[in-house]
């Protein structure tokens, strides 16, 4: 198939590879013509775009649309939208957080109606999903190479609310369930994604911070902030996707 990606950033640019080894034409944007040229030294089709302006039919005539960019606003997305109505109508994915979800300390699956009044991504959820085979994938924190959580508090050397529960997922395991959803044509749909475990943050910081020969960041006396888990059980049971990386404590970052 050709599947485009708006974005070419740490997970657009692993997707494309991953996407081109498995046999798919892709392309990606960036919003410089600098990056542009080194996406396409690198041996990437890529085009210079920024959401909201107007597409080239490059772009937008393919099989697979996928959003991967941390953009929040709704007008841009709504102008793209529109602009998919008289083109070929591509399978369109779009990337969300799991920060929709409620700092409420309870678990959410993706019926959960503890949601985030405040995020913009929810506005945007519900106009992607007015377009026809869309899904929606909202990730937890983003792990992997470039972003090892044992470096997450080593600027500010303090994890605040640190009795609060970790989500996260692994980078193969964003572009896993990515590739499951297209390769199982799963429209019309909301997903989690999240590692199965969820330990303490003050002990998982902590201790990835010692694997990774950092300075050991202390804890902060305070109990407020991001606090929740996250249901992972859909992508498993109705994908039957299997997690490279479902303990926390085994992620990998070269």
Known sequence: MKISIIGS???ALPLAKQLQQS?????????TKEKVKTLQADGFNAIQYQLGEKAEATLLDCDVLIIAITHKELTDFQSLLHQLEPASHPQLIFISSTSVYANDGQTHDE????LNLENPLLAIENSIRSYPKSTII??????????NPGRFFVKSGVISNPSAAVNLIHLDDCIGIIETIIGQQAWNETYNGCADNHPEKGVYYQ?????SGQP???LADN?????????????KQQLAYSFKYPDVFDF???
Do not use: C, E, Y
């Open 111 to 114: 019926n959960s109606t503890g």
């Open 9 to 11: 950033g740490w997970l």
């Open 23 to 31: 046999g798919h034409t892709t392309w990606l944007t960036s919003t």
């Open 207 to 211: 201790q990835m911070a010692q694997f």
């Open 216 to 218: 050991i960041p202390k």
């Open 223 to 235: 109990q407020q902030g991001s606090n929740k888990i996250i249901d992972n059980q859909k992508v």
């Open 138 to 147: 909202r990730f937890a924190g983003l792990a992997g190479p470039g972003r």
């Open 252 to 254: 990998k970052f070269g």
